[in-house]
């Protein structure tokens, strides 16, 4: 029996994936547990639907991502730290303190990324990946 897969199933497939499976593992497993559906034209035309339509998201989320990339690597993070003996910072810049400065725009921990850590005064970059392929490079200024 072929069956469209409707979720990821690990080590079987992937979404919109269309596989040939014995009748059995298709009834009893795939179809009951809600994996897949069986492959039949209104189903496929609910496929390509929906296909369309992912298609149609992630444009619109990379133009988005674009944007906000273009926003973000204008932006320059001021930071005030505390240094001892030869300007060394005590401590350094966390996630949690570069999402803080970025409260304005919808950015998650996850998504940033410190290349290298944040413990002397002057520039650093900090990655921040804002879709699949879609990095940002946002200035940290470290000043006493």
Same mark, same amino acid.
């Given at each position: 029996? @072929?069956? =469209? ?11 919109? @994936? ?14 009951? *547990?809600?994996? #897949?559906?069986?492959? $039949? ?5 609910? !496929?390509?639907? *929906? ?7 992630? !444009? &619109? $989320?990379?133009? *988005? #991502? !674009?944007?906000?990339?273009?926003? &973000?690597?204008?932006?320059? &993070?001021?930071?005030?730290?505390? %240094? ?17 400065? &970025?409260?304005?725009?919808? =950015?998650?921990? $996850?998504?940033?990324?410190? =290349? ?11 990655? =921040? ?13 470290? %000043?006493?």
């Amino acid at each position: 029996m @072929e069956v =469209i897969f409707i979720k990821d199933l690990k080590g079987q497939g992937k979404k919109g @994936e269309i596989k040939e499976v014995k009748d059995g593992y298709a009834m009893n497993f795939l179809i009951k *547990n809600k994996y #897949a559906v069986k492959k $039949n034209d209104e189903n496929m035309h609910t !496929l390509e639907i *929906n296909k369309k339509h992912e298609q149609e998201q992630d !444009l &619109l $989320n990379r133009e *988005n #991502a !674009l944007k906000l990339k273009e926003e &973000l690597e204008k932006k320059v &993070l001021n930071f005030k730290v505390k %240094t001892g003996k030869d300007d060394k910072v005590f401590g350094s810049i966390s996630i949690k303190q570069i999402k803080e400065k &970025l409260s304005d725009y919808n =950015i998650d921990k $996850n998504m940033i990324n410190i =290349i290298s850590p944040i413990a002397s005064l002057g520039y650093h970059d900090v990655e =921040i990946i804002l879709y699949k392929d879609i990095k940002a490079l946002v200035k940290v200024y470290l %000043t006493k």
